[in-house]
């Protein structure tokens, strides 16, 4: 079946605006991770949902990111007044609760270059 | 809280080689698991082989082991016939385990090290 996909693949914006980040996990899993991986860095949690719930956002960086799972599978992260420390690439990875060692599944990922 | 420490920024072997990826963490916690990713620079993330930290046996996958020794929290990844395909960066991640086995965490990975195999 298809992985985990993102998208936009690459995404530039300007200093202050707003972006929307998209992923689509593989059907069925139920939990959902956000990463963000700063260039030669390894990635960092942002925040995870087990369905629709948010049980972690300790990883965000600050009160301009945002993520939401509304109906459980989709889900959107979004960057409020986007700063060039924000630059980063966004990787989404989705997973089954204790299925195969808890692997997670990444997503292409999302290039975020801040001008 | 937990750390992940890759030592080796870069490493550069020959085709048909072996070669060792270091890792080491800090943690708190007695049960958990270890990973090592693969990450192409198509920077689709892949998973290379995982291991259950109340395990005493090394895991392995085809070409890929590891030597965990859980006393010095060490986690090293041996690649033997080393191919073209496998240069990549490869991350060494951790994540605690949930008893009740209905959740998940996040994955705490180390910083990387870029594998050059040269032909």
């Known amino acids: 079946g298809a992985g985990v996909s993102q998208s936009p693949r690459y995404k530039v914006a300007k200093r202050g605006q707003d972006v929307a980040l998209r992923c689509d996990p593989i059907s069925g899993h139920v939990s959902l991770f956000w990463y963000q991986q700063a260039l030669g860095q390894g990635p960092e949690f942002l925040t995870y949902?087990?369905?629709?719930?948010?049980?972690?956002k300790s990883g965000l960086p600050s009160d301009r990111f945002f993520a939401e799972r509304p109906e459980g599978s989709v889900s959107t992260l979004k960057i409020q007044r986007t700063q060039q420390e924000d630059s980063a690439v966004y990787l989404c990875a989705s997973s089954i609760p204790g299925g195969l060692g808890y692997e997670q599944y990444f997503g292409p990922g999302t290039r975020l270059t801040v001008t | 809280a937990q750390t992940v420490t890759q030592s080796q920024p870069e490493m550069s072997v020959q085709e048909a080689e072996t070669v060792t990826l270091s890792c080491t963490y800090d943690?708190?916690?007695?049960?958990?698991?270890l990973f090592w990713y693969k990450q192409p620079p198509s920077r689709q993330m892949i998973l290379v082989i995982r291991q259950e930290a109340y395990k005493q046996q090394n895991a392995t996958e085809n070409r890929f082991s590891v030597n965990f020794q859980k006393a010095a929290k060490s986690f090293s990844l041996k690649i033997s016939d080393s191919q073209l395909g496998d240069t990549a960066m490869y991350f060494c991640?951790?994540?605690?385990?949930?008893?009740?086995?209905?959740?998940?965490?996040?994955?705490?990975f180390g910083k990387g090290t870029h594998l050059i195999i040269q032909p």
């Open positions: 943690t708190s916690e007695s049960n958990y698991y």
């Open positions: 949902f087990q369905n629709e719930a948010q049980l972690d």
């Open positions: 991640a951790f994540m605690k385990h949930w008893a009740s086995g209905g959740g998940a965490d996040g994955l705490t």
